[in-house]
């Protein structure tokens, strides 16, 4: 079962993430989380790093979607300034968004990613749909309720990951 949240890559935070190597790779589109994996889940809208970063990403003709468990009124107050699209209520790790996402950005699954914080959501959800995934450290500490219970889970699996040198 292990296996299943094992990422392809374990980065700090999106800014170390090697856009040029995807690229190499054939990846043309990007997913992302977006609470604690692009801003906090309490900020409302991107930071300017945040922005240039993006630019630079659509900028070397990779497309990018925000696919969220959060509900639609947060997801589209930060999504529609920035000309994102997204999915609310994702519901992940259950692949019907993860589909839908692949379908807006047109994009084949191995050239696609999926960048989150989660092991449970993000990674279990873009592996069993057969889609890299790329886990980044949670961009703030303060969560919900369900994200609290899901760490506790994540902290067994990553001293599985750690004992078997699946991550550094």
Known sequence: MFR?????????SIYHINVEELRGHGVKGMIFDLDN?????????????????LKEIT??????????NNNQVRVRKFAEPLDIPFIHA?????????????????????????????LL??????NRMGLKTILVVP???REGFFT?????????????????????
Request: glycine share 8%; hydrophobic share 40%; proline share 5%.
């Open 59 to 68: 900028g070397q003709g990779i497309q990018v979607i925000i696919v969220s």
């Open 4 to 12: 299943q949240l094992v990422p392809y890559s374990y980065v700090p």
């Open 139 to 141: 961009v703030s500490k």
């Open 121 to 126: 959501t993000d990674v279990l959800g873009g």
């Open 90 to 118: 994702a519901r992940k790790p259950f692949s019907r968004a993860f589909v839908k996402a692949l379908s807006l950005l047109n994009t084949k699954r191995h050239e696609t990613v999926v960048v989150g914080d989660q």
């Open 148 to 168: 609290k219970v899901n760490r506790l889970v994540e902290r067994g699996a990553f001293r599985w990951m750690r004992k078997r040198g699946y991550l550094g």
């Open 37 to 53: 994996t692009l801003v906090e889940s309490d900020r409302p809208d991107a930071t300017p790093e945040l922005l240039v970063w």
